[in-house]
């Protein structure tokens, strides 16, 4: 019996003495994402799961499964919220539904640039933001921005609101729609993304609202080559997490995945003016005519547009009011 014991102690500290990456098993993160690989957005994040796994090596490592193997922009935040993945790419708009606060931060002509927007996701209304997300099992790692959405036509450049009368824009936003709607436009919510170029291209539609890089990938310049920039949102792209399994993560491991990302963050933020700014001339070579709407016309809609966003708060309570009212004076600070 004594030598089985001295056996078993030799053995434990044996154990003992081999390194935390071999005694200890490694906890694997699966990252399910979409989106073309070669977009700044993507490679950032391929930068990050790099110095993550580097930084966490023999404790956690993440795995990324692209171009939508494993869910796509639609469904993402719901399979993350239910625990399928443990981690996902989730596109801004297609979760207004599940978690509502994002859209004070995606509210049409609410914020004048970029930089507002990159402002709003920190502090007050980061923290409200982030309890709204907490709520439905979602835990926010970090933001990704994209450029300014725009209106590219097959008419003409939007000179004047008056250019929006009868104009048939497709949309796939309810709050956009409202606001096009009070400007006369008719925005059309029937024609699924992958249909528009078509729609376009045949006359069925006259315009559709999107980013400079967004709609240089999707050749929209090709069927709607009169571009007017009017900066009417600004889309983010969340990496999120199912909160459950990121409160087992301990700590210090926790602080390290947000630390790196959120100097992804601060990259997308300039990679996005920077592409706004290269395919902006890609376009015009390929002769494209990109003008921006004169500043009284955008004012016009932005105060067309408050009626909308006031009445989206009252609708969803007092932390959508206080989001907006702390959303809004970002941007009157800038002035």
Known sequence: MKKVLMSMALILFGISLLPMNVAAKETILKLATWGPPKHFIAEARGQWIEEVNTTLAGRVKIVDYPGGQLFGPKD?????????????????????????MLQGVYLPFAFDNLDQVDQAYSGETLAIIEGAMEAKNLKLIYVSYTDGVQ?????????????????????????????????????????????????????????V???????????????????TKMDMSFATVLVVANLKKWRKLPQDVQDTIITLGRKKT?????????????????????????TRIPDEEREKIKQISREVWFNWAKKNGKQAEALLDLSLKIVDNAK
Do not use: C
């Open 266 to 290: 601060a990259y997308s933020l300039a990679m996005a003016k920077g592409w706004e700014q290269k395919f902006t001339a890609e376009m015009e070579k390929l002769g494209a005519t990109i």
């Open 151 to 207: 209106v590219y036509s097959n008419k003409k450049n939007i000179v004047s609101t008056d250019d929006f009368k009868g104009l048939r824009i497709l949309s796939a936003s309810p709050i956009f729609s409202e606001i096009m709607a009070k400007l006369g436009a008719a925005p059309d919510t029937s024609i699924p993304y992958t249909e528009q170029y078509m729609a376009l291209q045949r006359g069925v539609s006259d315009a």
């Open 209 to 227: 609202a999107t980013s400079i890089v967004g709609g240089f990938f999707e050749k929209n310049h090709e069927v709607a080559p009169y571009i």
């Open 76 to 100: 993402m935040h719901s399979a993350v919220a239910k625990g399928q993945v443990e981690l996902g790419l989730v596109l801004q708009p297609s979760m207004l539904a599940m978690v509502p």
